[in-house]
Nanobody
Framework: QVQLVESGGGLVQAGGSLRLSCAASGSIGSIVAMGWYRQAPGKERELVASGTTYADSVKGRFTISRDNAKNTVYLQMNSLKPEDTAVYYC??????????WGQGTQVTVSS
């Protein structure tokens, strides 16, 4: 079992920045991949960033990174736009292909 806890969401004006954190616990040695997804109202959940892959809409603005010592993955979001407003989720995949999701953190970008 893997537990994921996101934090760092909030309300920010367009052009601002936020950094999301995702702290993993439990069977962290079994994790083979972690990434960030988002879901806006009325839309499907979509990939934001994982490994070296970024959604086209966030390339050049968002950066995913990890701190292995803290078992934490980050998403640095710069030059935020109103269309970035969504609930952001952290996802992990383990060696046996089990998928775990965090509870999500709300990001709201005002114009």
């Amino acid at each position: 079992q893997v537990q994921l806890v996101e934090s760092g969401g909030g309300l920010v004006q367009a052009g601002g920045s936020l950094r999301l954190s995702c702290a993993a616990s439990g069977s962290i040695g079994s994790i083979v991949a972690m990434g960030w997804y988002r879901q806006a109202p009325g839309k499907e959940r979509e990939l934001v960033a994982s490994g070296t892959t970024y959604a086209d809409s966030v390339k050049g603005r968002f950066t995913i990174s990890r701190d292995n010592a803290k078992n934490t993955v980050y998403l640095q979001m710069n030059s935020l736009k109103p269309e970035d407003t969504a609930v952001y989720y952290c996802k992990s995949v383990t060696k046996n292909w089990s998928v775990y999701w965090g509870q999500g953190t709300q990001v709201t970008v005002s114009s």
